[in-house]
């Protein structure tokens, strides 16, 4: 499993979830080409939400339900496509 921070006692903690792509090698369990670049907590639908980059792709979500412990993946401008979406800068500024 994986460690996470924990903001209200300030320490980093192990999380009962695993990484979106466990049998990937370190560093790439957690995505993309240059991992998760940003991510925010979404307190109404306890998600974890994740901004990466999928070199197969282009600009992905990667939210993590936190009660269930499991990863989703959503293609930005997959549907309807959007070239400027799908190609919006992430890690690769």
Same mark, same amino acid.
């Given at each position: 499993?994986? #460690?996470?921070?924990?903001?209200? #006692? %300030?320490?980093? %903690? =192990? &999380?009962?979830? +695993?990484?979106?792509?466990?049998? %990937?090698?370190?560093? %790439? =369990? ?9 991510? &925010?907590?979404?307190? &109404? #639908?306890? =998600? ?10 282009? #600009? /992905?979500? !990667?939210?993590?339900? &936190? /009660? ?5 993946? !959503? ?12 190609? /919006? /800068?992430? +890690?690769?500024?």
């Amino acid at each position: 499993m994986g #460690s996470g921070f924990e903001l209200g #006692s %300030n320490t980093w %903690n =192990q &999380v009962p979830w +695993a990484p979106p792509h466990p049998d %990937n090698p370190l560093p %790439n =369990q957690y995505w993309g080409d240059l991992g998760m670049a940003y991510g &925010v907590y979404h307190p &109404v #639908s306890d =998600q974890a939400i994740g901004y990466t980059w999928d070199g197969d792709w282009g #600009s /992905a979500l !990667v939210p993590l339900s &936190v /009660a269930s412990g499991t990863w989703n993946t !959503v293609l930005i401008g997959f549907s309807p496509y959007d070239d400027e979406l799908r190609n /919006a /800068a992430s +890690a690769r500024m």
